[in-house]
């Protein structure tokens, strides 16, 4: 038993989730809240599982009302394949899921009424999941999608105005077809104040993305040269580094590459060791000598 409990993932519960469970308690709608609540914990839980797996650092796992997310600082410095199979080990739990509840209701294990409610709440939960807007588990698709063929700076940058132009679009939709409910603003109103926080902190998590190729090392097979002016900063070419692949560094001196490669280790080592955060790769080159 010790054993298991320590393979549960450290979980908080938001305290508007516990307002969310006195209300239902008061209203008679406990069991609702019951479903969505041990839905989204299996939907998490599937993430854990497959983060350890890969023996990824997870601070928690936290719940609230409107689903969940597994807190690490681990996307963006693992393989693309590794973060693909993290982020779709949640919504892949709906479809068992979704074939027990078959099974109940054709052995009438439990009311019809539940089963009813539990199958239309496992389908929204698995399809509003795999909308293409951060920070839900489409949205990290995106963010992975964008990431295989642009460098990462403009992947994420890529993904936040994609994810939030298409929630205005969709809540713009959800205005002339649906009725527009309280739960639903806020549930907008926390997506929107996510894709916001995620924009203002684009360079932060662009220097973290960095720091941890500087720290750890980077077993990209994929070697994929970068050619710059000797003029061009180390933050210009920071720019230009992609995920899944290892850099090298070529100067173009009148028209053509010249002189030996520099490789990334060395520009993260100068840019962050040796605090030359305003050296252009020329003087880099020259400063190497």
């Given at each position: 038993?010790?054993?298991?409990?320590?393979n549960?993932?450290p979980?908080?519960?938001?305290p508007?989730?516990?307002?969310?469970?006195?209300?239902?308690?008061?209203?008679?709608?406990?069991?609702?809240?019951?479903?969505?609540?041990?839905?989204?914990f299996?939907?998490?839980?599937?993430h854990?599982?497959a983060?350890?797996?890969y023996q990824?650092r997870?601070?928690?796992?936290?719940?609230?009302?409107?689903?969940?997310?597994?807190?690490?600082?681990?996307?963006?410095?693992?393989p693309?394949?590794q973060?693909?199979?993290?982020?779709?080990a949640?919504?892949l739990?709906?479809?068992?899921?979704?074939?027990?509840?078959?099974l109940?209701?054709?052995?009438?294990?439990l009311?019809?009424?539940?089963?009813?409610?539990?199958t239309?709440?496992?389908?929204?939960?698995?399809?509003?999941n795999?909308?293409?807007?951060?920070?839900?588990d489409?949205?990290?698709?995106?963010?992975?999608?964008?990431?295989?063929?642009?460098?990462?700076?403009?992947?994420?940058a890529?993904?936040?105005?994609?994810?939030?132009?298409?929630?205005?679009?969709?809540?713009?939709?959800?205005?002339?077809?649906?009725p527009?409910?309280?739960?639903?603003?806020?549930?907008?109103?926390?997506?929107?104040?996510?894709n916001?926080?995620?924009?203002?902190?684009?360079?932060?998590?662009?220097?973290?993305?960095?720091?941890?190729?500087h720290?750890?090392?980077?077993?990209?097979?994929?070697?994929?040269?970068?050619?710059?002016r000797?003029d061009?900063?180390?933050?210009?070419v920071?720019?230009?580094?992609?995920?899944?692949?290892?850099h090298?560094?070529?100067?173009?001196?009148e028209?053509?590459?010249?002189?030996?490669?520099?490789g990334?280790k060395?520009?993260?080592?100068?840019?962050?060791?040796?605090?030359?955060?305003q050296?252009?790769?020329?003087?880099?080159?020259a400063?190497?000598?």
């Amino acid at each position: 038993m010790t054993n298991v409990l320590k393979n549960l993932p450290p979980l908080y519960i938001h305290p508007i989730l516990w307002f969310f469970i006195i209300i239902a308690l008061l209203t008679g709608t406990f069991t609702e809240i019951f479903i969505i609540f041990t839905l989204v914990f299996i939907h998490e839980l599937g993430h854990y599982v497959a983060a350890r797996s890969y023996q990824w650092r997870i601070r928690r796992v936290s719940l609230w009302v409107f689903g969940g997310v597994m807190e690490t600082d681990e996307h963006g410095s693992r393989p693309i394949k590794q973060e693909l199979i993290v982020t779709l080990a949640g919504p892949l739990q709906h479809i068992w899921i979704f074939f027990l509840l078959q099974l109940c209701s054709a052995y009438s294990l439990l009311p019809s009424s539940l089963l009813t409610v539990a199958t239309q709440y496992n389908a929204t939960i698995f399809l509003f999941n795999l909308l293409p807007i951060w920070p839900l588990d489409g949205g990290k698709l995106l963010m992975l999608f964008y990431a295989s063929f642009l460098p990462f700076r403009r992947a994420h940058a890529a993904t936040v105005l994609t994810s939030t132009c298409l929630l205005v679009i969709s809540v713009a939709a959800m205005f002339l077809y649906y009725p527009f409910t309280l739960s639903t603003l806020l549930l907008v109103s926390f997506i929107l104040w996510e894709n916001r926080l995620e924009w203002k902190r684009r360079y932060y998590i662009f220097m973290r993305f960095l720091l941890k190729r500087h720290v750890l090392d980077n077993h990209a097979k994929k070697v994929r040269p970068i050619v710059v002016r000797p003029d061009h900063s180390l933050m210009y070419v920071f720019g230009r580094f992609r995920r899944n692949c290892y850099h090298q560094i070529l100067i173009k001196d009148e028209g053509s590459p010249s002189g030996m490669p520099i490789g990334e280790k060395e520009c993260l080592h100068t840019y962050f060791r040796l605090k030359q955060s305003q050296m252009t790769v020329g003087e880099l080159t020259a400063f190497r000598h």
